[in-house]
């Protein structure tokens, strides 16, 4: 059953502008004051709160940061809605617990965006909570069936995680089997760079393990992208390439939230690294961070190669699919520019091995097409 959303603010107007965006598709609360805002809080347990900073008696900061304190079992995002936009500001609104930060005046189609991004994410941090409920059991049931127990364990949060990165990478008709393909890709050019590479020492085998699971999710920040952008038929202005460009940004803080949340092994860790920094460059030119050299996490460098061989030999509505050995041409061009060149020679050694994924990829999606024709 969907817990309602909870808007926070003392002006009337703002929150009946709230209202009007959310009506339509979510069951709504209101509170003009923080003190109300605890009080229905600990009444109806709604599963998002937008939350307005400045207000008389108790502000934003403080009722965020009593509501965490009792939140207990279940989970309630807070996302701070605020015309406060200073890095300090934002800093101050996280420390005090909260989960997502909107700055006055917003986008109406972002907010949304991000109230269903932190939804998912609700939802996705209470299942796993009462999984982890059904697998506490007595110790001496718990050693009989741990080995069995482990496995399903492990194939259900690769089912998870690999449908969370599909939630961002459906609403994009063109990419096929891309996911499948980045993570065969990165798991190739790691276990080339762990025979091979400069990087021995720091690629084991949980480090692949780690980076086939994480690597799907790259783009998982398009969730937070207005389909006016991510679906446009055609190249992006300047302005909407700007936008796009934060998916890298949405990503990594929804997966940072989740880290909040429970235990930051490997996995998660990579998963964040991958997502913020899966786009920049080995000169300094990427984004966001306009990190250079080794700066850029490694798994992030050895994404950007998959993930650009992949776009290369991907058709798009605004381009046709480069062959393999144009594309392969174009990547080693980028050596040291775009790329690590540790990176770029696994690449070059695993070129036959690479291209006969894609292949037997585009043969599975044509033999899928002709099935549904």
């Known amino acids: 059953m969907s817990r309602p959303i909870l808007i926070v603010d003392d002006n009337e107007m703002n929150r009946a502008i709230l ?3 959310l009506s339509d598709q979510f069951e709504l609360l209101s509170a003009c004051d923080g003190e109300e805002a605890v009080a229905m809080f600990q009444e109806h347990r709604p599963g998002l709160i937008l939350m307005d900073i400045m207000m008389p008696g108790m502000n934003g900061y403080d009722a965020c940061r009593l509501i965490k304190s009792q939140v207990g079992e279940g989970f309630t995002n807070i996302i701070l809605v605020s015309a406060k936009a200073s890095p300090e500001e934002r800093v101050k609104g996280y420390d005090a617990g909260a989960d997502d930060y909107i700055i006055k005046p917003f986008d109406d189609e972002e907010l949304l965006a991000k109230v269903k991004v932190q939804l998912r994410l609700r939802d996705a941090l209470e299942a796993a909570a009462e999984a982890r ?3 506490s059991m007595d110790n001496d049931r718990l050693q009989e069936l741990v080995k069995e127990q482990t496995r399903e364990l492990v194939e259900k949060r690769d089912m998870i995680v690999f449908a969370l990165a599909n939630l961002a990478d ?3 008709p063109e ?3 891309h996911l499948l393909r980045i993570r065969e890709y990165c798991k190739v050019l790691a276990e080339w760079l762990q025979a091979n590479g400069p990087y021995r020492d720091q690629i084991d085998s949980d480090f692949i393990d780690a980076m086939y699971l994480a690597s799907p999710l790259h783009d998982i920040g398009k969730v937070g992208i207005p389909d006016t952008i991510l679906l446009k038929p055609g190249r992006l202005t300047d302005s909407e390439f700007e936008l796009m460009k934060e998916h890298s940004v949405i990503g990594a803080e929804a997966l940072e939230q989740v880290a909040r949340h429970g235990e930051n092994g490997l996995f998660l860790k990579m998963a964040i690294e991958i997502a ?4 920049e460059r080995w000169d300094g030119g990427g984004y966001p961070d306009g990190l250079v050299g080794p700066a850029t996490p490694l ?13 290369l030999t991907s058709a798009r509505v605004y381009k046709q699919a480069f062959s393999f050995e144009v594309a392969r041409s174009m990547i080693q061009n980028d050596c040291g520019t775009h790329f690590d060149p540790a990176v770029i020679e696994a690449f070059a050694a695993c070129y036959p091995t690479l291209a006969d994924i894609r292949r037997a990829s585009d043969k599975v999606e044509s033999q899928r097409q002709r099935d549904a024709a």
């Open 19 to 21: 209202e009007e965006i």
């Open 299 to 311: 798994s992030a460098r050895i994404t950007a190669v998959a993930d650009v061989f992949d776009a």
């Open 276 to 279: 913020r920094s899966h786009h």
């Open 133 to 135: 409920k059904t697998v």
């Open 170 to 172: 459906s609403r994009d």
């Open 175 to 177: 990419t096929g089997e």
